[in-house]
C-alpha cells in the first residue's frame, strides 16, 4: 500500500464528507459550513504528491473510494484513474459550494461575505484547472473537468464576485464607486471574450453584457456628477457622459434583441434575455439626451474602472509537475479575506501602484524560495536552476527600483 492504514482511513473519511458537500449542493434538506470546505482542502493535501512512476489506478483501489465521476455537461461516467484528476473534481465541488454560500450571503444581504465567497470559488475553481492540467494518467478527462472550462469558470466567478460588489456600492448610494466598480466589471467581461473563441450564444451574451455595464458607468459617474456638494457642476461633462451611457445602452439593446432573433434559446434563456431588455429599456426612457454617432461616442473618456477583486491566482499547486509560482495556504484563511475585502469596499481605498509592486515582489521571493528548494532535493538540473534564478533576481531588482523610485514622489 503506498498509504498506511491510518492516512488511509483518514482519507476514505474526507471522501465520504465530500460526498455529503455534493449532496447537500443539490438537495434543499441538507447543508454544509465553511468547515465543511476545509475537508476539502485536507483531502487535496493529503493527496497531492509526487507518485512518480507509481500506479495512480491500484493506489485508488487500496484507498477503497469511489472511483467514477458523472461529467453533468455530457452525462458520461468517467472512470477516475489519476489522482490529480480526483483532486480536480473534488476542487471542483468546492468551488460550487463557495458559489452557493455566496447566493445564500447575498439573499441574505451580508454582502462583504457573498464577494468574499465567490472570489474564493473563483480561485478554487483556478486551482481545479492546474490539477486538471497535471493528469498523465487519465485517458478520459470528459468536458467538466477540461483545465480550459475550469480556467473559465474561474474568470466568471471573479466577474460574478465584482458584480455583487458593485451592486452593493450602488445600493448603499456610493455611486461614484459604483460607476468604477461597474467599468472594472466590464473590463473583466471583455477580457473573458478574448480568451477564447466562445459559441455564438455565449459570445453575444458577453457583448452585450460589457455594453451594458459600462453605460451603466457612464450613467452612474454623470449621476455622481449632478449630485456632488464639493464641486461645481459641469453639465456639459454631464451632458456627455449620458449620451456615451445612452450609445452603450443602446448596444445592449441591439444585441440582445438580434439574439431572440436569430439564435436558438431555450425558454429560461430567453426570459433571462427579455428581463435584460425591459431593464435596458427602462435605463433608455429615463436618458433624455440627444444621440451622437460613433465619432464623438468616441472622444467621451469611459468612467476610470477599478477591479477591487485579487487576480484569481491559485492558492496551491500539484506536486507532480514542478510550478514556479506557489502561494502559501495561509492565502486561504477566511479571515485574512474579510480583512482586505473590507479594507477595500468600506473604505473604498483602490488597489495603488505600491501595493501591486509590493505583491509581484512577495511572488517573485516566493518563486525564487521555491526554486531553491527544488535544488535541495534534486528536483531540477543545475543549469535550468542557474538560468531561472537569473532570470527571477533580475525581475526581483527591477521591482525593488520601481518601489524606490516611487517612495521618492
Known amino acids: ?46 493527496l497531492n504528491l509526487n507518485y512518480q512512476n507509481k500506479n495512480h489506478k491500484e493506489i485508488l483501489k487500496d484507498l477503497d473510494i469511489t472511483s467514477t465521476f458523472q461529467d453533468p455537461l455530457v452525462n458520461t461516467e468517467i ?12 476542487l471542483w465541488v468546492m468551488a460550487r459550494a463557495y458559489s452557493q454560500l455566496s447566493e445564500k450571503y447575498e439573499e441574505d444581504g451580508v454582502w462583504e461575505n457573498a464577494v468574499i465567497a465567490m472570489t474564493e470559488c473563483s480561485k478554487m475553481y483556478k486551482t481545479a484547472a492546474y490539477f486538471s492540467a497535471a493528469v498523465i494518467n487519465q485517458k478520459d478527462i470528459g468536458i467538466t473537468l477540461d483545465s480550459e472550462n475550469l480556467e473559465l469558470n474561474s474568470e466568471e466567478s471573479r466577474i460574478l464576485a465584482q458584480s455583487i460588489a458593485a451592486l452593493r456600492e450602488e445600493t448603499n448610494n456610493n455611486i461614484y464607486f459604483a460607476s468604477k466598480l461597474y467599468a472594472g466589471l ?28 459600462m453605460g451603466k458607468a457612464c450613467h452612474l459617474k454623470a449621476r455622481a456628477s449632478l449630485e ?37 434559446l431555450s425558454i429560461e434563456e430567453k426570459e433571462s434575455i427579455e428581463l435584460n431588455l425591459s431593464i435596458v429599456n427602462d435605463n ?17 473618456q469611459d468612467p476610470e474602472p477599478i477591479i477591487i477583486i ?24 477566511i479571515k485574512r479575506f474579510k480583512a482586505y475585502q473590507r479594507k477595500k469596499l468600506e473604505e473604498k481605498i483602490p488597489y495603488s501602484k505600491k501595493e501591486k509592486l509590493i505583491d509581484q515582489k512577495a511572488g517573485v521571493v516566493r518563486t525564487i524560495n521555491e526554486l531553491k528548494l527544488l535544488k535541495e532535493s534534486n528536483e531540477i538540473d543545475i543549469e535550468k536552476f542557474a538560468e531561472l534564478m537569473e532570470k527571477y533576481s533580475i525581475k526581483l531588482k527591477m521591482i525593488e527600483t520601481a518601489i524606490e523610485k516611487l517612495a521618492k514622489k
Not at 482511513?9 to 434538506?29: C, G, P, Q, S, W
Not at 472512470?79 to 473534488?90: G, L, N, P, T
Not at 491559485?314 to 484563511?333: E, G, H, M, R, S
Open 79 to 90: 472512470e477516475i484513474q489519476d489522482i490529480m484528476f480526483e483532486c480536480a473534481r473534488v
Open 228 to 264: 456632488s456638494s464639493i464641486t461645481n457642476i459641469n453639465t456639459e461633462k454631464v451632458k456627455r457622459l449620458e449620451q456615451k451611457a445612452l450609445w452603450y445602452y443602446g448596444k445592449a439593446k441591439d444585441i440582445w434583441e438580434e439574439m431572440i432573433k436569430t439564435i436558438s
Open 310 to 333: 485579487p487576480e484569481n491566482l491559485a492558492p496551491f499547486v500539484p506536486k507532480n509537475i514542478i510550478y514556479l509560482t506557489k502561494f502559501v495556504p495561509k492565502d486561504l484563511n
Open 284 to 300: 433608455l426612457k429615463q436618458n433624455d439626451v440627444n444621440p451622437l454617432d460613433y465619432e464623438d461616442i468616441k472622444k467621451i
Open 186 to 213: 466590464s473590463l473583466l467581461s471583455k477580457r473573458l471574450f478574448y480568451l477564447k473563441q466562445h459559441r455564438e450564444k455565449k459570445k453575444q451574451q458577453i457583448r452585450a453584457q460589457f455594453h451594458y455595464d
Open 1 to 46: 500500500m503506498f498509504f498506511d492504514e491510518q492516512t488511509s482511513m483518514r482519507i476514505r473519511y474526507l471522501h465520504f464528507k465530500i460526498k455529503k458537500i455534493e449532496d447537500a449542493i443539490v438537495k434543499e434538506d441538507e447543508y454544509f459550513n465553511l468547515d465543511d470546505l476545509n475537508l476539502v482542502l485536507e483531502y487535496t493535501k493529503a
